[in-house]
């Protein structure tokens, strides 16, 4: 069965520095999600990505957050500048359709750490 | 935005017996409602969804109920066994533009041998 893949799978990085999360999505989907867990809290939406452009994003997506599909596989998460609180699990999603009811399925996370 | 209720946020049941966690959601444009499972470091992994033409979905010992007036949905777990044992999350999405999903803050299951 097709899963949702992210890599990688652990990352440690120093205050300020550019982190980039990478996820290859199951092959016939079409949107493209970031969500975050905070140990031990629940799975936060961060943003949602369709035909190449962010579909909605939350207030947590801020200026310092970005995402691109750069080719047919590929779905990334830029941090800019990572601050202490950025500490989480990121976990990529994706599903087929859209509307009305979706099913979005997770890939494994990536858990960054920021000293 | 939607907000999404968990209750409780601990539930402890022998083996053998069904277990129930139920959600609350705010908005009432939202129309989607799945079950994630989550293991101790791993991914949230779907069991069950509802959309909210349907008041009841079963898939073997796991149901989802939907009260579209009460705005609210339940999950219940029967024959409970030891791999039952995870923390269980609630959402809501409203279907429009952003699809993102609207969590609850879990649920974590014990079942006691």
């Known amino acids: 069965e097709p899963e949702v893949t992210q890599t990688p799978s652990h990352q440690v990085t120093q205050m300020g520095q550019e982190v980039i999360l990478r996820c290859v999505p199951i092959s016939n989907h079409l949107y493209f999600y970031w969500y975050r867990q905070i140990l031990g809290q629940k799975v936060e939406f961060l943003v949602s990505?369709?035909?190449?452009?962010?579909?909605?994003k939350s207030e947590i997506f801020d200026d310092q957050f970005s995402v691109e599909r750069p080719d047919g596989s590929n779905f990334t998460l830029k941090i800019r500048s990572t601050k202490l609180e950025d500490s989480a699990m990121y976990f990529c999603?994706?599903?087929?359709?859209?509307?009305?009811?979706?099913?979005?399925?997770f890939g494994p996370g990536t858990r960054l750490l920021v000293l | 935005g939607e907000n999404v209720e968990q209750h409780p946020s601990t539930l402890s049941v022998q083996e053998g017996d069904s277990a129930v966690i139920k959600c609350t959601y705010s908005d009432s444009a939202s129309n989607y409602f799945p079950w994630y499972k989550q293991e101790l470091g791993k991914r949230p992994q779907l069991i069950i969804d509802i959309r909210s033409n349907v008041g009841e979905k079963k898939d073997q010992r796991i149901a989802v109920t939907l009260n579209k007036t009460a705005k609210h949905f339940s999950l219940h777990i029967t024959e409970t066994q030891p791999e039952d044992s995870a923390v269980y999350f609630c959402?809501?999405?409203?279907?429009?533009?952003?699809?993102?999903?609207?969590f609850g803050k879990g649920t974590h299951l014990i079942i006691q041998p």
């Open positions: 990505f369709y035909n190449n452009e962010i579909s909605e």
């Open positions: 999603a994706s599903s087929a359709t859209s509307g009305g009811g979706k099913t979005q399925y």
């Open positions: 959402a809501a999405s409203d279907g429009g533009g952003a699809d993102g999903l609207t």
